[in-house]
């Protein structure tokens, strides 16, 4: 069974503080992985992953891609109140469907 | 830009109602899927669709089924529902699988079950 555990569960921080949220997986005949932020209502999706040691970035957003590791890591850098989400993962296999984690939350006080 | 709309934001059912939840897609996307969100269990997926007229059971399909008689357009039903269906219920759809997997989500709809 495919699985994706993400790591913390939630994470409180000042605003400017740096975060790096976790996200491993065991997926079979993995193909990608996506970090999505859902703030009040959907997730919007941030970030696909397919190269192990690529680093993908979007302003203060970062997240790269270990295959070794079999994991992901999505950073913040000088965090605003605006960033407090749930930071989802998710990663595709074989199957047509992601599987996703339960999400990390992130509060950024000011 | 990808829209992905759901029929309602929120709705309050009693149990034993039949529940119809809508989602529809403009970007003529094959793939849609049906999840359900808790707290603390993340994104469950209960059904998804890659084609009109077809139909796969996610992880949690039971206690639903979902209809796909055009592209654009997937609904999930709750034949009777259950107090243990309240949630938040999210729509996404993705191309087809080999060319982009990224999928785009409805805005959700909360559903209470009394």
């Known amino acids: 069974e495919d699985k994706v555990v993400q790591s913390p569960l939630s994470l409180v921080v000042h605003e400017g503080d740096t975060v790096t949220l976790n996200c491993s997986y065991e997926?079979?005949?993995?193909?990608?992985l996506l970090w999505y932020k859902q703030e009040k209502k959907a997730p919007t999706f941030l970030f696909m992953l397919t190269s192990s040691g690529i680093e993908k970035k979007s302003g203060r957003l970062s997240s790269i891609l270990d295959k070794k590791e079999l994991s992901s890591i999505l950073n913040i850098t000088a965090t605003q109140t605006g960033d407090s989400a749930i930071y989802l993962c998710a990663a595709s296999g074989s199957a047509r469907q992601l599987t996703f984690g339960s999400g990390t939350q992130l509060t950024v006080l000011p | 830009d990808v829209k992905v709309t759901q029929s309602s934001r929120y709705l309050v059912k009693r149990t034993g109602e039949k529940v119809f939840l809508e989602c529809v897609q403009d970007?003529?996307?094959?793939?849609m899927f049906w999840y359900r969100q808790d707290p603390g269990l993340g994104l469950r997926l209960i059904y998804f669709s890659y084609d009109v007229k077809m139909k796969e059971k996610g992880d949690i399909p039971e206690g639903y089924s979902v209809s796909r008689e055009k592209k654009e357009r997937f609904s999930l039903i709750l034949e009777s529902a259950s107090t243990n269906q309240t949630s938040m219920y999210l729509c996404?759809?993705?191309?087809?699988?080999?060319?982009?997997?990224?999928?785009?989500f409805g805005p959700g709809t909360r559903l209470l079950v009394l």
């Open positions: 996404a759809s993705s191309f087809k699988l080999g060319t982009q997997e990224t999928q785009y």
């Open positions: 997926v079979t005949n993995f193909r990608s």
């Open positions: 970007m003529d996307h094959e793939n």
